[in-house]
């Protein structure tokens, strides 16, 4: 099939390479020249293991290709809009860029088409673009994505479940669908075919969902720090029951990234505007617990070093909001890292992928190359991003190069054991601490 990809971003991207993937001919349009450019090429604009290879295959064989021009488009009989949905300063999400990709769609959309919206909206909005399609002839579904950054490849072709949602009467738009993942529906993957408005629904439910799971264990880990209790033992007990789940139950310092956090906050506008804000008043909670564990190991960090960060050297291992990332938007760790400077620490910050995206954001950091430039003469380090290569790191090795041995794990990701047998004071959010033996009096 002939496929259009509006916006070609992290989505957008990932999306074009998998449909190319897939054996359909793909054009991928997005308005900045540089990313089309690099594109083009078969590179990546962002880390995303895996995508490079795809997008070679795709570029070499000819069934990919990338322009800003939206005139390469015309011709496709399904063209996805795959622009991101960015915050609003009111927490509401901005839906500018997919005005532009449908007036860029419809400008080139023939008769028949099927234009399949991507993006993560706000529920309704599906219902409000539909009559501008319809005038052109064509017809409206939405697909919402699930991808997760580092897995986005493997997502996209090996998925969860596959939703449409398509509008009332619309008995097309589901078969044209059909085709276009016809190999994912053979190799097993669940499709659904909803209504409009539950397939925007869907996406904004998950990560509610999973935003939810992370900070009922981020609480629970505020509880475990006080009376001494260890958030993981307890994770991996509960998780135990099959209701629940161990996946997603990891305390620490929270999520972050592009998604989560814009998400629920999306949400909870959406609910204020249709007048059912109380149903989702919970999700404020889950972003309050979310934010309070950064404060929460910038204090640790501060008791541990005597109630004064000033002039303190402080080694960061890990700058982007998960492991096998280079992102850094709304990332706990770069968060935690600017405010240790803040508060007149020389932070010296590392990451194995994003230290180039951190440095224009956070220039205020002292950026190294590795863990043994960063942890040199350090008088604490924390670890905020569980990367394979930090949890396998050797405390014996780095104890002789530090300046104080202490070490805050905010991902709880390290033998704490193997930390204490080297000689460090081993802290961390929601496990036993110093704090919690003083308040008990063991
Ligand atoms: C998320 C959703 O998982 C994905 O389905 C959706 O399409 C986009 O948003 P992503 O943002 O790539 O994907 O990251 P995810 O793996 O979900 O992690 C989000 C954040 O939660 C990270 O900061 C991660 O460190 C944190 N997290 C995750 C925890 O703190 N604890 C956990 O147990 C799991």
């Known amino acids: 099939m002939r496929i259009s990809v509006f916006g070609c971003g992290y989505l957008g991207a990932v999306h074009a390479a998998a449909m190319a993937e897939l054996g359909h001919q793909v054009v991928g349009i997005d308005v900045d020249p540089l990313k089309i450019d690099s594109l083009a090429k078969g590179q990546a604009p962002f880390f995303e293991p895996g995508l490079a290879e795809l997008l070679e295959r ?32 009111d927490g509401a999400a901005d839906l500018r860029f997919v005005h532009a990709a449908l007036d860029a769609v419809l400008a080139i959309a023939q008769p028949g088409d099927v234009v399949v919206g991507k993006s993560t909206v706000p529920v309704g909005t599906a219902h409000a673009l539909r009559s501008a399609v319809e005038q052109a002839g064509a017809r409206l579904a939405w697909n919402p994505e699930f991808l997760r950054e580092g897995f986005a490849v493997r997502d996209s072709l090996e998925p969860d479940r596959i939703v449409y949602g398509v509008a009332e009467g619309d008995t097309t738009s589901a078969a044209v669908l059909d085709r276009v993942y016809a190999e994912l529906l053979i190799a097993g993957s669940p499709r659904m075919v909803t209504d409009l408005a539950t397939a925007e629904l869907v ?49 620490g310092i929270g999520f972050g990234g592009g998604c989560l956090p814009k998400d629920i906050r999306g949400f909870v506008a959406r609910a204020e505007e249709l007048g059912v804000g109380p149903a989702l008043d919970f999700l404020r909670d889950v972003d309050a617990v979310n934010l309070r564990r950064r404060d929460r190991v910038v204090a640790l960090t501060r008791e541990a070093l005597g109630g004064t960060l000033r002039g303190r050297r402080i080694a960061v291992l890990g700058l982007a909001f998960k492991p096998d990332s280079d992102d850094v938007r709304d990332s706990p760790a770069l968060d935690v890292a600017r405010r240790l400077a803040a508060e007149g620490a020389r932070v010296v910050a590392t990451d194995p992928a994003a230290v180039e995206t951190a440095r224009p954001v956070a220039p205020a950091l002292d950026y190294r190359a590795g863990v043994i430039e960063a942890v040199t003469a350090a008088d604490a ?5 569980e990367w394979q290569q930090y949890r396998e790191l050797d405390p014996v090795a780095l104890a002789a190069l530090v300046g104080g041995r202490i070490v805050i794990d905010g991902r709880l990701c390290l033998d704490a054991q193997r930390w204490q047998a080297a000689g460090w004071q081993y802290l961390s959010p929601g496990r036993i601490t110093d704090r919690s033996r003083a308040l008990l009096g063991v």
Do not use: C
């Not at 209790?229 to 209701?243: F, P």
């Not at 380090?381 to 991003?385: A, D, E, G």
């Open 58 to 89: 795709g570029i070499r064989s000819g069934a990919l290709t990338f322009s800003t021009d939206p005139e390469a488009a015309r011709g496709a009989a399904v063209h996805f809009i795959a622009v991101g949905t960015p915050q609003q300063a």
């Open 203 to 251: 996406k904004v439910a998950a990560n509610a969902f999973l935003a939810t799971k992370i900070s009922f264990i981020n609480a629970m880990a505020e509880i475990a720090e006080v009376v001494g209790a260890d958030v993981t033992q307890l994770a991996d007990a509960i998780g135990h029951d099959a209701r629940i789940g161990r996946r997603f139950l990891n305390a």
């Open 381 to 385: 380090v924390l670890v905020l991003t």
